[in-house]
């Protein structure tokens, strides 16, 4: 994958009492950050529900399951909507988001009672390609194809996650979050958000002459078409 090269201004050195000064400052601010976030978190867990549908017939490679189906033996789903973009082509965010999906973090997942499902759109034989060219098998997907699914979430089209929740009356859809939501979601991006050069995406504030590019992953992405 064609990455950006880091050249450019460097962070100013300072002598270690400055830096420890700034670095005070700085934790401040998280910290504040991180209280905010607990805040909204107890919110989050403060939403009421609404009932959702759940007989979807949803095209999976062991046969059509629906939206309960999914859940497995979890009470509570995570539902990751992947983007249809077309036949000859992959969503290059989705695929970011997707690739960050460890198999280990679905077993604690599953630990807290919650299971995981991305559903798509694009068609199965579509979907079995890409997760097999992006070594996803790790991941359960279901297409959603020729049913009103992604109409219903509000998805648009777009990307989107949804958490449900099932009780014995039913499926209940608890929260939704898409855009920005999603990418506060992503290792890769937490991550580099902590470099001094940060994503070095354009759309960031940084220090006038610190290295910044386009979105980098949207450049010559490898997807299973590559080799057709």
Not at 138 to 154: V, Y
Not at 198 to 222: A, F, I, K, M, N
Request: aromatic share 10%; charged share 20%.
């Amino acid at each position: 994958m064609k990455k950006p090269t880091a050249t450019g201004k460097e962070p100013d050195v300072v002598d270690p009492s400055e830096w420890a000064h700034a670095r005070a400052e700085l934790l401040a601010a998280e910290k504040a950050a991180t209280r905010a976030q607990d805040a909204v978190a107890a919110q989050r867990r403060r939403l009421p529900m609404v009932r959702f549908r759940s007989d979807y017939a949803f095209a999976t490679p062991r046969g059509t399951v629906s939206l309960l189906d999914l859940f497995g033996e979890n009470s509570q789903l995570l539902l990751y909507q992947f983007m249809d973009t077309g036949p000859n082509h992959i969503c290059p965010g989705c695929t970011w988001f997707t690739d960050g999906i460890p198999a280990n973090g679905l077993a604690r997942l599953a630990q807290a009672g919650a299971s995981w499902a991305t559903v798509s759109d694009m068609p199965l034989e579509q979907m079995q390609r890409v997760w097999e060219h992006q070594h996803w098998m790790h991941i359960p997907f279901a297409s959603s194809r020729g049913t009103t699914f992604s109409a219903d979430c509000g998805a648009g089209g777009n990307f989107l996650l949804s958490v449900f929740l099932r009780n014995a009356d039913g499926v209940y859809r608890t929260y939704t979050t898409t855009q920005r939501g999603v990418d506060r979601l992503v290792f890769a991006n937490s991550m580099r958000d902590l470099l001094p050069y940060g994503r070095q995406e354009e759309w960031e504030d940084s220090p006038p002459g610190y290295p910044q590019h386009p979105t980098w992953w949207v450049q010559d992405l490898p997807h299973p078409y590559d080799n057709q």
